[in-house]
């Protein structure tokens, strides 16, 4: 089972994203906060694991009962656009930061999947919320992976729904990653408003 804590005691907030590597589609960015002694009693924690790392059947099962469980929970998606306008790591902070501006419970600490990070102080206050970034985090703190489940089922669902506008580039199976399929379809037909124009398109 994965940690569920870095600092007992403290109220932490995990935060990933979803979709930094796709040609198209937006980056989705979740922060969730869970009770410790809480998802030890609930069976289908004991599974949780990084997003990648789970079935997609795994990941939709997830994904009510986390919502459901958590103590409070926000995802947001950053639009293309914006990414082309300021670039995807940037995006996916910010994205991350917007996230933890809709928590309903302000977090002590923070969690980060990675090794990026920019000081974080909540509209209002004057005081930067201490984080900590973790290289592998998805697969070593249950917030940080509750996280990665939000982003990723989030982002799944939304690319589906592009899918249903824009069937000929495959986006219901790749995602709006960069597959041989993906990149043959660019150049059969063309770039849509949801493609990363500062991407490697193969143009």
């Known amino acids: ?32 906060i869970l009770d410790p002694e809480r998802v030890q009693q609930i069976p289908e924690f004991a599974w949780l694991n990084d997003s990648k790392q789970l079935t997609e059947h795994q990941r939709e099962a997830l994904r009510p009962v986390i919502e459901r469980e958590a103590v409070s929970w926000a995802v947001v998606e950053v639009s293309a656009q914006e990414i082309d306008e300021r670039n995807i790591l940037q995006c996916s902070i910010l994205g991350m930061q917007r996230a933890l501006d809709q928590l309903s419970v302000r977090p002590q600490h923070i969690l980060v999947d990675g090794n990026k990070w920019k000081p974080y102080v909540p509209e209002g206050e004057l005081l930067e919320i201490p984080a900590t970034t973790v290289v592998h985090g998805d697969a070593t703190y249950m917030s940080i992976a509750a996280a990665s489940v939000l982003a990723k089922t989030h982002r799944d669902a939304y690319m589906l729904r592009l899918h249903q506008a824009y069937p000929q580039y495959g986006w219901d199976t790749n995602k709006g990653y960069p597959t041989a399929a993906h990149y043959e379809a660019i150049k059969r037909f063309g770039v849509t408003p949801y493609h990363r124009k500062t991407f490697n398109l193969k143009l």
């Open 1 to 32: 089972m994965l940690r569920t804590q870095m600092i007992g005691g403290l109220i932490e907030a995990g935060c990933d994203e979803a979709g930094r590597g796709p040609l198209a589609g937006s980056v989705f960015c979740a922060a969730v």
